[in-house]
């Protein structure tokens, strides 16, 4: 079992940016994909992002394709994090954000998008974009 914490989060205007964090308490992250979820009150939790573990394919929602972006740094001495770039906000990416991370292998790449998939998780950072 791994540790996640999420950082990153705020307040902050239509159009602008913000960049999660998301630290992974591993030996290593080589071996995790990473997917990123986000939940707006009275809805339910939908993929946002997710990168494979070697960091050589990611994919989006279509929401956010284009204006989002996943990275991941597998340093595991200086980062085991992976980031959320998100530009050009819009009131509707208001919602908590979450990372997952699960041990995968690339055989089972069409199935990152699930939150179903993942073992772990972490808190949670809140994100809110006024209009």
């Known amino acids: 079992q791994v540790q996640l914490v999420e950082s990153g989060g705020g307040l902050v205007q239509a159009g602008g940016s913000l960049r999660l964090s998301c630290a992974v308490t591993a030996f290593t992250l080589d071996y995790y994909a990473i997917g990123w979820f986000r939940q707006a009150p009275g809805k339910e939790r939908e993929f946002v992002a997710t990168?494979?573990?070697?960091?050589?394919?990611?994919?989006?929602?279509d929401s956010v394709k284009g204006r989002f972006t996943i990275s991941r740094d597998n340093a595991k001495n200086t980062k085991n994090t992976v980031y959320l770039q998100m530009n050009r906000l819009k009131s509707e990416d208001t919602a908590a954000y979450y990372c997952?991370?699960?041990?995968?292998?690339?055989?089972?790449?069409?199935?990152?998008?699930?939150?179903?998939?993942?073992?772990?998780w972490g808190q949670g950072t809140q994100v809110t974009v006024s209009s």
């Open positions: 990168i494979t573990r070697s960091g050589d394919y990611s994919s989006y929602a």
């Open positions: 997952a991370a699960r041990i995968s292998a690339p055989s089972m790449d069409a199935l990152l998008k699930y939150d179903y998939y993942y073992n772990d």
